[in-house]
């Protein structure tokens, strides 16, 4: 059996070499025409936030205004307590503002309303409840030039004891019904000469003219001079 050359085996070997190289390179490619798996898409779950209702809110209570027990008559004004002494409201003579509507709450109820005849030169409005007046003197010369003497803007008189659940003093208690001897004992300094059924209670300055004091007063007046039958303020010491 004849020999193969040496050179004819080299050829041999090497084109076996390159056959296995061509075939090593070509199961390493992969084809531009099949798909390229992409990565799978990530999905996060959000949490679903439910509000939860405000409780209701509760109104707080309305806080009932306190009943006026007493007005008690003073020289300078008037006042509205409660049933406790505590003061609701104070109205000064010289400023109407609000009387009327205070005393219509206070009493449960709307005054009747009436013109005065000019008296001691005043001519007034007359708001009044059964047992009780209100006369605004400052209503037909509103605006008008300053007066020389510090004059009320109203006048009260009252002649029962009470309207409605409303009882009604002087500040020294003294009120309509009491007798003049009781009153004239227990307050020796407010009685008149000679005058028996006129008492004078509180007097206090509001002030000068020429060196003169002003004062104004509550007045007691027992019509029959036993028994009080009216309480009016303010009284003033000057004017006819």
């Known amino acids: 059996m004849p020999v193969p050359s040496r050179s004819l085996l080299r050829t041999a070997v090497a084109g076996t070499a390159l056959a296995l190289g061509v075939?090593?390179?070509?199961?390493?490619?992969?084809?531009?025409?099949?798909?390229?798996?992409?990565?799978?898409?990530?999905?996060?779950?959000?949490?679903?936030?439910?509000?939860?209702?405000?409780?209701?809110?509760?109104?707080?209570?309305?806080?009932?205004?306190?009943?006026?027990?007493s007005l008690l008559i003073g020289p300078t004004s008037f006042s509205l307590v409660d049933a406790t002494g505590a003061q609701l409201g104070s109205w000064a003579y010289r400023d109407g503002t609000g009387a009327v509507a205070a005393l219509a709450e206070a009493f449960g109820s709307e005054p009747t309303e009436s013109d005065d005849v000019p008296y001691e030169g005043y001519r007034s409005r007359a708001y009044t409840w059964p047992g009780f007046v209100l006369r605004d003197t400052d209503v037909y010369d509103a605006g008008g030039p300053e007066l020389t003497y510090p004059e009320p803007d109203f006048l009260l008189e009252a002649t029962a004891a009470a309207v409605g659940d409303v009882a009604i003093s002087i500040l020294?208690?003294?009120?309509?019904?009491?007798?003049?001897?009781?009153?004239?004992?227990?307050?020796?300094?407010?009685?008149?000469?000679?005058?028996?059924?006129?008492?004078l209670f509180d007097t206090t300055p509001v002030g000068t003219l020429e060196g003169y004091e002003l004062t104004n007063t509550v007045g007691a007046i027992a019509e029959d001079e036993v028994t009080v039958s009216s309480l009016r303020a303010p009284f003033v010491n000057w004017g006819v």
């Open 23 to 69: 075939g090593t390179v070509l199961s390493g490619c992969v084809s531009s025409d099949e798909p390229v798996a992409q990565p799978a898409a990530t999905v996060t779950a959000t949490a679903t936030v439910t509000a939860t209702p405000a409780p209701a809110s509760t109104p707080a209570p309305t806080a009932t205004p306190a009943a006026a027990a």
């Open 172 to 199: 020294g208690g003294v009120a309509v019904g009491d007798a003049t001897a009781e009153v004239a004992a227990e307050h020796p300094d407010s009685t008149t000469d000679g005058a028996p059924g006129s008492f």
